[in-house]
């Protein structure tokens, strides 16, 4: 226990018992799903520019691949644990499950602040890490790709050392790379597009249409940016986004893309101004009297502290775990609608889907084609939830718990 109340992972494992008693599994299934198949540590020494050898420790948490190939991204940040990693690529099987994707759940982390590096120092650290996970990784095996702190670019060196080291050119291993190196140009905003895309079916049923309702945002990186850019291109208000640094609230509405040049140019959102805006913490935005919030940051930040003062009624999770079991309860008997992470941020992974498809047969869509696809599967998994929601009382459980529906527990069995 935090003292904000259940960590992560003790939130995740919670879910998962609720959710294992909802479709009347048995206890065994706790017993395999609750701890990861697998997991790798590596220690990677970097020659950072001043001439000294620093070590980085990292991890590759192999949750469960009874679907397909272990799945998931990379994280690099300063302050990963093991315990989080675990959280994650727990998180990354029901994600990759409930969306009718033929892999298992995985995450890797590295504890570095990726801002603090050179770009040359980046590199090394990035190769250092797919060569040290080489003998365990594979596009039929478990596929990375980026989280929090890594990008395309880090994908296209990590793709470039694997293939070194296999002998030949092996793109279906990373996902997410760059668009001329066998990447996909949707897979770049896949994931603020799928937030887009649960809100506004989520808005139709709760308010007719996601027209003209406004929207926070904690989070300005790949999945809050685009989460903004579509939910504004669907009609929505965005009145508040923050970064790192803090934020800033207009509730007439921001104009994104001066928002996003501004953060470009200096770094941070907050040195954005304009008449009636105003700057905002990271908790402030949470608490902001808005219709639709996206947690596109971290996890754990709405927790028992903060739950009662969450004035939202839809709650659209961009980031991983943002909601702790304990808040999820109180908002969720106020009848507020939690699209969990798992569904809310899933473009991501389902696009990662498509790429690695269009990577093994070596034959590709064009963007809008690509994209058609992605939604296709976005909307398939929301309907199958909708109706499964309904059939179990919308007040009595949360969509979270919903997330071993899909009978494909029975393949986890021994
Ligand atoms: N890191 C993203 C997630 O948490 C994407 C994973 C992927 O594309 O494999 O879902």
Same mark, same amino acid.
């Given at each position: ?12 494992? +919670? ?6 008693? %909802? ?13 990861? +198949? ?11 520019? *001043? ?8 991890? &590759? ?49 590295? =504890?570095? $602040?990726?801002?603090?590096? @050179?770009? &040359? ?5 990035? &190769? ?33 050392? !694997? ?12 996902? =997410?790379?760059?668009?001329? %190196? ?16 649960? =809100? ?48 800033? !609230? ?7 893309? $001066? ?11 907050? *040195? !954005? ?51 702790? =079991?304990?808040?999820?309860?109180? %908002? ?6 939690? %699209?969990?992470?798992?569904?809310? *941020? ?33 909307? $398939? ?8 929601? @309904? ?19 029975? !393949?986890?069995?021994?």
């Amino acid at each position: 226990m935090s003292l904000r109340g259940t960590t992560f992972l003790e939130s995740v494992l +919670q879910t998962l018992k609720r959710a294992i008693e %909802l479709g009347g599994y048995p206890q065994e299934v706790y017993e395999i799903l609750s701890r990861p +198949q697998r997991i790798i540590t590596v220690n990677i020494p970097v020659k950072m520019d *001043n001439g000294k050898i620093q070590v980085f420790t990292g991890y &590759r948490v192999q949750h469960n691949n009874a679907l397909g190939p272990y799945k998931g991204g990379i994280r690099f940040h300063p302050e990963v644990t093991l315990e989080e990693d675990i959280a994650l690529a727990t998180v990354m099987t029901f994600k990759n499950a409930l969306n009718g994707l033929p892999y298992g759940g995985g995450k890797g982390a590295v =504890a570095v $602040d990726p801002k603090k590096l @050179s770009k &040359r120092e980046l590199e090394e650290l990035s &190769r250092g890490y797919a060569r040290a996970l080489a003998p365990f990784i594979g596009p039929e095996t478990d596929i990375p790709a980026p989280d929090v702190g890594t990008d395309p670019q880090i994908m296209a060196w990590m793709v470039d050392e !694997y293939s070194k080291i296999a002998g030949r050119n092996v793109p279906g291993v990373f996902t =997410a790379k760059p668009v001329v %190196l066998w990447g996909n140009p949707v897979r770049e905003y896949s994931t603020g597009f799928g937030v887009a895309v649960w =809100a506004r079916e989520a808005a139709k049923k709760l308010w007719g249409g996601i027209e003209g309702k406004t929207v926070a945002i904690q989070g300005f990186g790949n999945v809050g940016y685009w989460g903004a850019y579509w939910l504004e291109k669907m009609g929505a208000k965005v009145v508040a986004v923050t970064d790192s640094k803090g934020g800033i !609230y207009n509730p007439n509405g921001l104009k994104l893309a $001066d928002v996003k040049a501004v953060k470009d140019k200096t770094g941070t959102v907050m *040195n !954005y101004d304009s008449p009636g805006t105003r700057k905002i913490t990271n908790d402030e935005v949470l608490e902001l009297p808005v219709d639709i919030l996206v947690p596109a940051a971290l996890e754990n930040v709405i927790h028992k502290g903060n739950a009662n003062n969450i004035k939202a009624k839809l709650i659209v999770e961009g980031a991983n775990g943002p909601t702790t =079991a304990d808040a999820e309860k109180v %908002l969720h008997s106020k009848g507020v609608w939690i %699209l969990p992470d798992l569904a809310a *941020n899933a473009g991501g992974v389902v696009m990662s889907y498509l790429e690695w498809v269009e990577n093994l047969q070596w034959y590709f869509w064009d963007e809008e084609e690509t994209r058609n696809k992605l939604e296709r599967i976005l909307l $398939d998994t929301f309907n199958r939830v909708m109706i499964r929601w @309904s059939k179990l009382g919308m007040d009595k459980v949360t969509i979270r718990e919903l997330h071993m529906w899909r009978p494909w527990i029975g !393949y986890t069995m021994p």
